[in-house]
């Protein structure tokens, strides 16, 4: 069975700081996907970036990137330029190719300080 | 807002009632998700369904069933509800049977089991 493991349950950071969200996967599949997503006391849940497994390039969407690292199956998050609207709950997904359902970490509290 | 549509955004029942969740998926999407998210348990993938099949069945307790309508909207029924049973039920859906591109989350229904 597919498990993600946020070992962070709360981060903070200064607002125009960068920080670093951690995540690990355990899975023996070779063809699978992996997720950021956001949720903000909205609850709204929303993805903030996706990265393919058969990808070696690190995926990058403006001030968020992710340092993939395939053989040592961590999956980190790196907000740039922090702002006091990421703050938010993260959480780390895990997708297997053939698979149906997204396995979700159990979350990390990001904290904005002005 | 994601397109996702859920219906209604809050619910307070008591022990052993019945209650219907309602999740109106993005035009055009044929795929429904559902996923219960609790304190304890994080976010749990219930059952999907596609273009009004059922296709995956996840941790759904045998007390809960959902079905999808042929005009691709879903509900989630719970019964016999129990005081555990209290968390944030989330819709998503996608436009095909898979979860490897996006999926588009509704702001969820928070049950309240009293």
């Known amino acids: 069975a597919q498990t993600v493991t946020q070992s962070q349950p709360e981060m903070s950071v200064q607002e125009a700081e960068t920080v670093t969200l951690s995540c690990t996967y355990d899975?023996?599949?070779?063809?699978?996907?992996l997720f950021w997503y956001k949720q903000p006391p909205s609850r709204q849940m929303i993805l903030v970036i996706r990265q393919e497994a058969y990808k070696q390039q690190n995926a990058t969407e403006n001030r968020f990137s992710v340092n993939f690292q395939k053989a040592a199956k961590s999956f980190s998050l790196k907000i740039s330029d922090s702002q006091l609207g990421d703050a938010a709950m993260y959480f780390c997904a895990f997708l297997w190719g053939s698979n149906y359902k997204l396995t979700f970490g159990k979350g990390t509290l990001l904290t904005v300080n002005p | 807002d994601s397109g996702v549509t859920q219906t209604p955004k809050h619910l307070i029942t008591a022990t052993g009632q019945r209650v219907t969740l309602r999740c109106s998926p993005r035009s055009g999407d044929l795929s429904v998700y559902w996923y219960q998210q609790s304190l304890d348990q994080g976010l749990q993938f219930l059952i999907q369904?596609?273009?009004?099949?059922?296709?995956a069945k996840g941790n759904i307790l045998e007390r809960f069933s959902a079905q999808q309508f042929p005009d691709l909207h879903s509900e989630l029924n719970l019964s016999s509800l129990e005081l555990g049973d209290s968390a944030l039920y989330f819709c998503?859906?996608?436009?095909?049977?898979?979860?490897?591109?996006?999926?588009?989350f509704g702001q969820g229904t928070r049950l309240t089991v009293v």
């Open positions: 998503a859906s996608s436009g095909g049977d898979r979860l490897n591109t996006e999926a588009f």
């Open positions: 369904y596609y273009n009004g099949e059922e296709r």
């Open positions: 899975t023996s599949e070779s063809d699978y996907y």
